[in-house]
């Protein structure tokens, strides 16, 4: 680099190195000692473009951090370990959502909106149990707000249930729980984490041969809790609108996932939902349907000049 004081030459000489040039020292690269520029990581910081031109020594300014991989759930700053012949792929962060308690006013100008709450995470990976754990502890935080209303505390859950036969498939309970959930999530577009799911395997045939059922054949029961009315319903009319046919393909995609197998596996292709009940809801404290849920509206008519105000 040139220097700050150059030497001047004398009278019909040329100028040297040392009299106009300076060593390059305190950058983040190009330093004439190079045992002075700042390495970047490769595992979490990467070279800024301008890196050359920065003046610095240490990752923070000289480096950029890589964002969005899969990192250890509980050491900081470690890469999740991926078996051999696998990498770690790159992951999103989630943002968290706040919960907002549904309201709904006389005037409908006045209507709130449910939000359910999101734990926001990435993009280091959280393990699924803990991950689960947080979701559930903030759905429970959050379902307590707000008055103004009989239902503004009023939390609801969405059950539903289907059967599918696994056929000449090797499948355990809990990957017929992990394919469910998968499954269920692509199908009714909520986190699987938010999703409990019970699977009970038919070995024997029942006695009533209206039921019959073979071995292989799975009954899977789910439920989402800590619902506003508002959330209740969107998921109900969501699960109105899938059936046997439409959430077959969905399921084989995850079993394939959770066995290891290609989705063209012949025994995949032999799967068959056999029953897809649709989702209903239950509020707390009562029985009501998110679908019928009324609140109370006041209309005013006038009557040969009088208001009379009439409650519905």
Not at 78 to 88: E, F, K, Q, R, T
Not at 106 to 111: G, H, I, V, W
Not at 195 to 220: F, N, Q
Not at 275 to 296: I, L, M, R, W, Y
Request: glycine content about 8%; hydrophobic content about 40%; charged content about 15%.
């Amino acid at each position: 680099m040139a220097s700050n004081s150059p030497t001047e030459p004398a009278d019909g000489s040329e100028p040297t190195v040392s009299e106009c040039c300076a060593d390059i020292v305190g950058m983040c690269a190009g330093n004439a000692a190079s045992g002075e520029n700042v390495a970047c990581s490769g595992t979490f910081y990467t070279d800024k473009t301008d890196k050359a031109s920065i003046a610095g020594t240490t990752e923070a300014v000289c480096c950029d951090s890589i964002l969005n991989r899969c990192m250890s759930h509980d050491q900081a700053g470690v890469p999740y370990a991926c078996p051999s012949n696998l990498v770690a792929v790159e992951l999103s962060s989630v943002a968290t959502v706040a919960f907002v308690t549904a309201q709904d006013c006389s005037n409908d100008a006045f209507d709130v909106t449910g939000v359910s709450p999101v734990v926001g995470y990435g993009p280091e990976c959280q393990d699924p149990a803990a991950q689960a754990a947080e979701d559930a502890a903030a759905l429970a935080a959050g379902g307590g707000g707000g008055g103004g209303g009989d239902d503004d505390d009023e939390t609801y859950v969405v059950r539903g249930s289907f059967t599918f036969t696994s056929g000449d498939l090797t499948i355990t309970e809990q990957q017929v729980v992990d394919a469910s959930k998968n499954a269920l999530e692509t199908a009714l577009g909520i986190a699987a984490q938010l999703i409990t799911v019970t699977a009970t395997e038919s070995r024997r045939l029942s006695e009533l041969a209206s039921t019959r059922k073979l071995a292989g054949t799975w009954d899977v029961n789910y439920e989402v809790t800590g619902l506003s009315s508002e959330d209740a319903a969107d998921l109900e009319t969501t699960g109105d609108t899938l059936t046997a046919e439409t959430f077959l393909p969905m399921l084989q995609t995850e079993v394939a996932a959770v066995l290891g197998v290609s989705t063209s596996d012949a025994d995949i292709a032999a799967l068959t939902v056999t029953q897809f009940a649709a989702p209903t809801s239950e509020g707390s404290g009562n029985t009501n349907n998110a679908h019928d849920v009324k609140f109370s509206i006041t209309s005013m008519f006038v009557i040969l000049g009088s208001p009379w105000v009439m409650h519905l």
